[in-house]
Nanobody, 122 residues
Framework: QVQLVESGGGLVQAGGSLRLSCAGS????????MGWFRQAPGKEREFIVA????????LYADSVKGRFTMTRDNAKNTVYLQMNSLKPEDTAVYYC???????????????WGQGTQVTVSS
């Protein structure tokens, strides 16, 4: 079992940057593909990016491609989401999640963090 805790959210002006972290517990962290999702009020949970076990490949949603970067450090059991050029429409609760396969589909993610709020003001 993996427990995930996100941090790094907050309030930022449009055009600014934030870096989210997601710390995982358990020795099996490196056995999971990891993903970031977000959910804005009144909207469905949206896939943002996924990364494979060794961090060698990523899959981005078109809405964040070129602005967001996901990385992982298996030695620290942590994944990161660097968010640049933030827009008001990026405002949402951001979740990290762990999956047994490399996918954008939330139904395949077995473990989820509690989420961290990101608010981008115009």
């Amino acid at each position: 079992q993996v427990q995930l805790v996100e941090s790094g959210g907050g309030l930022v002006q449009a055009g600014g940057s934030l870096r989210l972290s997601c710390a995982g517990s358990g020795r099996t962290f490196s056995s999971y593909a990891m993903g970031w999702f977000r959910q804005a009020p009144g909207k469905e949970r949206e896939f943002i990016v996924a990364i494979i076990l060794n961090g060698g490949s990523t899959l981005y949603a078109d809405s964040v491609k070129g602005r967001f970067t996901m990385t992982r450090d298996n030695a620290k059991n942590t994944v990161y989401l660097q968010m640049n050029s933030l827009k008001p429409e990026d405002t949402a609760v951001y979740y990290c999640a762990a999956a047994g396969l490399f996918t954008r589909e939330p139904r395949y993610y077995d473990y989820w963090g509690q989420g961290t709020q990101v608010t981008v003001s115009s």
